[in-house]
């Protein structure tokens, strides 16, 4: 696979350079010298070219002068996703038929922005990690674990053993977003643009949610829809952790001193 673009190769460097097996970076390129510095410690080949190579190796890509050729991306099992979210407090993003790599790059940027965040897509139905992904995802891959799984259904069963509540997102009729205490460890189920959760999987769920609109009830883009559904989640999570502290005579002996 390959990544274009500054962002995704200096993330990839930082967090993930064992994945990586060479980089090519146009002549006199402002951040040449930065990343040959950090590709030396991996052992990584870095090759200076021209611009009309790197549009060969790229074209119609907007490679900001960077191209980096990286291990195919690594899907997590759903079993080890599940007990790395339980150790983790990472809340688990199920998405229902989402088929644009624009929607799951926006998504994926968001939640490694966000932090605490796992990703389960099926396998039938839906887009998978493409170049296409990850350069929308802005190197956000490289701290949101995805997995893939053949049965969503099942999967959201197993994670309601294992503690979990399945929330999903309808356009109207749900709790509102911003109205309800969200209960903990979350699952979060959200559907395509053109048709929502499935039937069979509104049956799994817990609790439905809605994103509160204007009056003028705009669509939102299933990425944004996300990302406002992640922050709460995110707002409200450290909310809880921050109260329980306040409640442990223990931590408030410690912040005393």
């Keep these: 696979m390959k990544l274009f673009g500054k962002n995704p190769a200096l993330e990839r460097l930082k967090s993930n350079p064992q994945t990586i097996r060479k980089i090519f970076i146009q002549e006199q390129h402002p951040d040449a010298s930065y990343i040959r510095q950090k590709a030396k410690k991996w052992n990584i080949p870095v090759f200076s070219i021209p611009k009309n190579k790197i549009l060969k190796l790229a074209p119609h890509q907007n490679?900001?002068?960077?191209?980096?050729?990286?291990?195919?991306?690594?899907?997590?099992?759903?079993?080890?996703l599940i007990e790395e979210a339980k150790k983790k407090k990472r809340t688990l993003i199920?998405?229902?038929?989402?088929?644009d790599p624009q929607n799951l790059g926006g998504i994926i940027r968001s939640l490694g922005c966000l932090?605490?965040?796992?990703?389960?897509?099926?396998?039938?139905g839906s887009v998978?990690?493409?170049e296409a992904v990850l350069r929308v995802a802005?190197?956000?891959?490289?701290?949101?674990q995805v997995a893939k799984v053949q049965n969503l259904v099942q999967a959201l069963g197993v994670a309601k053993k294992e503690g979990f509540w399945i929330a999903g997102t309808v356009v109207q009729g749900g709790k509102d977003l911003?109205?309800?205490?969200?209960?903990f460890p979350l699952a979060l189920v959200i559907g395509?643009?053109?048709?929502?959760?499935?039937d069979v999987i509104k049956k799994q769920l817990d609790l439905e949610l809605t994103i509160p609109m204007g009056p003028e009830r705009m669509s939102l883009n299933v990425a944004h829809a996300t990302t406002i559904l992640a922050y709460e989640v995110t707002k409200q999570k450290n909310k809880n952790h921050n109260k329980r502290i306040s409640q442990n005579p223990a931590a408030q002996s410690i912040s005393g001193d």
């Design 63 to 80: 490679t900001q002068g960077i191209l980096v050729e990286v291990e195919d991306f690594a899907y997590t099992l759903y079993d080890e």
């Design 94 to 99: 199920f998405l229902d038929g989402l088929n």
């Design 115 to 124: 932090g605490s965040f796992a990703v389960v897509l099926p396998v039938h």
């Design 128 to 130: 998978e990690i493409t």
């Design 138 to 144: 802005s190197g956000g891959d490289n701290y949101v």
């Design 178 to 183: 911003f109205d309800i205490e969200l209960p």
């Design 192 to 198: 395509s643009e053109q048709k929502g959760i499935r």
